[in-house]
């Protein structure tokens, strides 16, 4: 595995990781998928002694899962695999630059601010 490959599938790894744990998605898809799993590990006693739910809740437990079913397709299929993680990485990186240019927009306001409140 290249190391472009292993940060791709990184990415693709966090994005959806995050996308089951913490968003709505489409057609509100992830937020039903939880429902459902907290439903059943609420009916079945082993999947809440076992915490099974946080499998789903949790993006650092599930992005092991999540890794472990990329290395698979990764070694079963090998770089089409990128076929289906390049939207995720992408996706991944289009968030990563929202987050810096918020901080960016932050730092600039605060600098503007303590300018101002000198002269």
Not at 5 to 10: G, Q
Not at 19 to 46: H, S, V
Not at 47 to 74: D, P
Not at 89 to 117: E, G, P
């Amino acid at each position: 595995m290249t190391l472009n490959i292993f940060f791709y599938l990184a990415l693709a790894a966090w994005r959806l990781a995050s996308l089951i744990a913490n968003e709505d998605g489409p057609w509100q898809m992830f937020k039903r998928f939880r429902q459902r799993a907290e439903q059943w590990c609420n009916k079945y006693r082993f999947c809440r002694e076992l915490g099974l739910y946080e499998l789903v809740a949790c993006e650092w437990c599930n992005s092991i899962w999540i890794g472990a079913g990329l290395t698979v397709a990764y070694l079963w299929i090998g770089e089409t695999i990128l076929y289906l993680a390049l939207p995720l990485a992408f996706s991944t990186v289009a968030i990563v630059i929202k987050y810096i240019v918020q901080l960016l927009q932050t730092a600039q306001q605060f600098l503007d601010n303590t300018h101002k409140s000198h002269e």
